[in-house]
């Protein structure tokens, strides 16, 4: 009777082990063996319907700012080292100065500052990479009135 047991305990924690180490604890089973130090993300594929609109995957969301270049190339080699370049990425230029940003961000982002994460971007490898041919210029800002009826509605 002891013997079964310690048979079934025994079981139960190769079980777990197995679930561990190869991602199977949550819904998504990614399957990265992080006992044997292997890097990853759950769904790192984009997947979309018939009318490329994503239904499934992970998009990282960059927001590049004026004199922050630097920090765009860091967070960029962390995301390859990290969890991969297979992870689909969205580099944004986009940024315009409102309310009170501090002086080193009372620009928009220059043409040069974007070119330069973006070419570390592929130069790091990222599969799947959206980004603006150019940075947006001050007439394609669009920013909400929010003492208007309709904040969002641009003419």
Same mark, same amino acid.
């Given at each position: 009777?002891?013997?079964?047991?310690?048979?079934?305990?025994?079981?139960?924690?190769?079980?777990?082990?197995?679930?561990?180490?190869?991602?199977? +604890?949550?819904? !998504?089973? &990614?399957?990265?063996?992080? @006992?044997?130090?292997?890097?990853? #993300?759950?769904? %790192?594929?984009?997947?979309?319907?018939?009318?490329?609109?994503?239904?499934?995957?992970?998009?990282?969301?960059?927001?590049?700012?004026?004199?922050?270049?630097?920090?765009?190339?860091?967070?960029?080699?962390?995301?390859?080292?990290? +969890?991969?370049? !297979?992870? &689909?990425?969205?580099?944004? @230029?986009?940024?315009?100065?409102? #309310?009170?940003? %501090?002086?080193?961000?009372?620009?928009?982002?220059?043409?040069?500052?974007?070119?330069?994460?973006?070419?570390?971007?592929?130069?790091?490898?990222?599969?799947?990479?959206?980004?603006?041919?150019?940075?947006?210029?001050?007439?394609?800002?669009?920013?909400?009135?929010?003492?208007?009826?309709?904040?969002?509605?641009?003419?």
């Amino acid at each position: 009777m002891h013997t079964q047991k310690i048979d079934r305990i025994e079981e139960a924690l190769q079980h777990l082990i197995k679930q561990e180490t190869e991602c199977r +604890l949550c819904p !998504r089973e &990614c399957r990265v063996n992080r @006992s044997r130090g292997e890097k990853g #993300f759950c769904q %790192p594929e984009l997947i979309c319907n018939d009318s490329d609109i994503a239904q499934k995957g992970l998009i990282i969301r960059h927001l590049i700012l004026p004199a922050q270049s630097e920090d765009s190339l860091h967070l960029l080699e962390w995301m390859a080292r990290t +969890l991969s370049s !297979r992870v &689909c990425l969205s580099l944004m @230029s986009q940024y315009w100065p409102c #309310f009170k940003a %501090p002086s080193s961000l009372q620009r928009t982002l220059g043409p040069v500052e974007y070119n330069q994460v973006l070419d570390r971007a592929f130069e790091l490898g990222f599969e799947t990479l959206f980004f603006q041919p150019d940075p947006f210029a001050p007439d394609e800002h669009r920013l909400p009135d929010f003492n208007g009826e309709n904040p969002f509605e641009w003419t």
